[in-house]
């Protein structure tokens, strides 16, 4: 499946506005009804900064989820949930997520929540002015990245053995959503992309595969490749060469890479994606509050066409937007926008 030329995108989710913060952490003084309007009103609020920007494809800013994948374990039964951070004090970093207990048969008898979000978006865009296509997108972990938070037992040997009991699960998730009618689905991946240094490439790419054979096709599959974003600080070895060619053989349409925090390191790359899939950059630093002006934005889409053509180009943050203060986020996304519409004016594709 083609994109149109240059398109801009997002990765899944999207600041969260301070009144949700507050609401989040005084949950039991609302109702059930005050908890669903709360959730409505913070997705139209991430719509509104989307739409507003100018993005060709929009997600629910993933505003009813704690984090991109954490909230998953709350649907899966067989574990028992950690309550505490291992390390509470010291500077913000991954090892202050904790890991759960696996106290028996891995099962999602509900889904994973994601087919219900997708329904809510649907939902809540029509109102918005249509004066322009735009995609919805939803994002859903991948199978080894979720893996990563449970502990092995008697049962599950290692995380290999978590990886290939969560796999169903993820995918009837995917089926679910195609029922549903969702327009791109992204399974994000940044274990992967963290480990391919050390794991076996091969391995990630049939796990990957496996996971999304039965939809694959059917809608716009996108992954997202990262090096890790947790209170704006990088887990992984942030180098994008260890994971080819393998990860070239991954069944989707379009490929999400690292860029702009890593200086656009080994930008040469991402030719190779392009060869066999449309390749979204990482054009955006979530990690820093430098704001991107839109000429900054136009130099680094004129970058990227010396390496690819533009119907195979997409650009979007190098992560998700969960971690940077959304003033911040808002200004990011229309200098993204305006940058990329200034290289397609100089093309003629407006």
């Not at 993005?55 to 994948?69: A, H, I, M």
């Not at 929540?113 to 809510?120: A, I, L, M, P």
């Amino acid at each position: 499946m083609k994109s149109n030329p240059l398109r801009t995108s997002v990765i899944g989710s999207y600041s969260f506005p301070a009144w949700l913060e507050f609401a989040s952490a005084n949950l039991d003084r609302f109702g059930s009804a005050d908890r669903a309007e709360v959730q409505d009103d913070a997705v139209v609020t991430a719509l509104h900064d989307q739409l507003s920007a100018g993005l060709d494809v929009v997600t629910d800013g993933e505003q009813t989820r704690l984090d991109f994948n954490l909230s998953f374990y709350g649907y899966i039964k067989g574990i028992e949930l950690e309550s505490e951070s291992p390390r509470r004090f010291g500077p913000p970093a991954h090892d202050q997520r904790g890991k759960h207990q696996v106290v028996g048969e891995l099962s999602a008898p509900q889904g994973l929540g994601v087919v219900e979000e997708y329904k809510r978006l649907v939902r809540l865009v029509k109102p918005f002015p249509n004066d322009r296509p735009v995609t919805l997108k939803a994002s859903v972990p991948g199978p080894y990245t979720m893996s990563g938070r449970l502990l092995p037992n008697g049962n599950y040997a290692d995380r290999w053995a978590l990886t290939e009991s969560l796999l169903p699960i993820v995918r009837a998730e995917l089926e679910a959503l195609v029922e549903a009618g969702c327009q791109e689905i992204s399974v994000d991946e940044p274990s992967m992309s963290c480990y391919a240094y050390k794991e076996d490439t091969k391995r990630f790419v049939d796990i990957f595969n496996r996971t999304v054979e039965s939809v694959y096709g059917k809608t716009r599959l996108c992954t997202h490749l990262c090096f890790g974003n947790f209170k704006g600080h990088a887990v992984g070895f942030r180098r994008i060469a260890p994971m080819f060619p393998d990860f070239l053989d991954f069944k989707c349409d379009e490929m999400h890479v690292e860029m702009a925090s890593r200086e656009f390191a080994e930008i040469e790359l991402i030719s190779q994606i392009a060869e066999r899939m449309d390749v979204a950059v990482g054009i955006v630093d979530v990690k820093s509050y430098y704001i991107e002006t839109a000429e900054d934005i136009a130099n680094r889409v004129r970058l990227c066409l010396q390496h690819a053509p533009a119907d195979r180009l997409v650009f979007a943050p190098d992560c998700g937007l969960s971690q940077t203060a959304r003033w911040a986020a808002k200004r990011k996304l229309a200098s993204m926008v305006e940058g990329t519409q200034i290289v397609r004016n100089e093309l003629g594709l407006s």
